[in-house]
């Protein structure tokens, strides 16, 4: 949501992107996987709801992520080919992510 909150008045306002801003979002394709890696810390939190977690989790980081990844891609001033590419990455390392995560929940709480 802070990504999403971060980026939406760049895109919508049509805003010239400094070139600091524009070298943070060529990370993204990093950052969102490590993200959804960090939701699977609500299995620690004794107070989590722990039905049907797992498909939020994977619901919330693929559909949210990805979602969160094109607006970057509407902000991010040097636009070309290889924002395609960046797409598929980042998608296919929060698929890997989320496939990794859910195993290692799975093992570890049995649920």
Known sequence: MLFYIILIFPAKMGWEIS?????????????????????????WLPTAEKNW?????????????????????????????????????CAMFIFIVLVIGSIIVKIKFKS
């Open 19 to 43: 070139s600091g801003f524009d070298n943070f979002l060529e990370t993204i394709w990093f950052w969102m996987p490590v993200l959804a890696l960090l939701t699977f810390a609500l299995w």
């Open 53 to 89: 977690l797992l498909l939020r989790v994977w619901l919330t980081c693929f559909i949210g992520g990805l979602y969160i990844f094109e607006k970057t891609m509407d902000t991010y001033g040097k636009t070309g080919p290889g924002i395609g590419t960046g797409y598929l990455v």
